[in-house]
């Protein structure tokens, strides 16, 4: 497929569901630390930093998409969306393979905590500061770590931008007439120019 291929329905629902994505892993990984008291590591939060430019660069997609600007730039943005999310998603594999012990993990890899400058505190804090190390997984849903959730959702996201940049405009059309409600709200985001 070119770059200069039209765009219809399908790069909608692409950024569509990228600005979801993007929104629901964040917000996620926000609950986990303020809500259930996980701390992050360095490697979490590079992870973090992918999903939060991802809010911004997938809305900007979808205000390219919704403006129908020439085929060409939400192509282009899309392949740079896929590249970003790769990158997100080889350091989740990257820190779940530590965690499983396939490799080792990096050697400075702990949360930072500051240090009191009181010396009455400073053993108090020394037996309540937990340290967290990015090869050990501080929790495992089904199995997978949030590292390995991470690698799972972002490589899926992935497959979504590339499927923005690549699918041609009519390639989703059974989808959208047997989803008539899907079809008119990718309708109302990107007007076609037939």
Same mark, same amino acid.
């Given at each position: ?14 950024? #569509?569901?990228?600005?979801?994505? =993007?929104?629901?892993?964040? =917000? ?14 360095? +490697? ?13 660069? #997938? ?6 998409? $919704? ?13 740079? +969306? =896929? ?16 965690? $499983?012990?396939? $490799? ?6 702990? !949360? ?6 009181? %010396?009455? !505190? +400073? ?5 309540? #500061? ?6 050990? %997984? ?10 390995? $959730?991470?690698?799972? +959702? ?15 405009? !009519?390639?989703? =059309? ?21």
């Amino acid at each position: 497929m070119k770059l200069t291929a039209p765009i219809g329905k399908p790069q909608a629902l692409a950024a #569509t569901l990228l600005v979801l994505g =993007a929104l629901f892993i964040s =917000a996620c990984s926000l609950g986990f630390e303020h809500i259930g008291g996980y701390q992050p590591c360095q +490697l979490c939060y590079i992870q973090r930093h992918v999903h939060y430019s991802l809010i911004p660069l #997938t809305l900007a997609t979808l205000l390219l998409v $919704w403006r129908n600007l020439p085929p060409v730039v939400i192509h282009l943005a899309f392949i740079v +969306l =896929a590249g970003v999310l790769l990158y997100g998603a080889s350091v989740g594999v990257y820190q779940a393979g530590a965690e $499983w012990e396939f $490799w080792l993990g990096p050697n400075d890899c702990a !949360n930072t905590v500051p240090i009191t400058k009181d %010396a009455s !505190n +400073l053993l108090a804090q020394l037996r309540t #500061t937990k340290l967290v190390s990015c090869d050990v %997984a501080q929790l495992r849903i089904l199995g997978l770590s949030f590292g390995g $959730w991470n690698a799972v +959702l972002s490589s899926i996201e992935v497959i979504i931008a590339l499927c923005g940049a690549f699918l041609s405009k !009519n390639a989703l =059309a059974p989808l959208f007439t047997s989803l008539p409600f899907l079809g008119t709200w990718m309708q109302a985001i990107h007007k076609d120019r037939d």
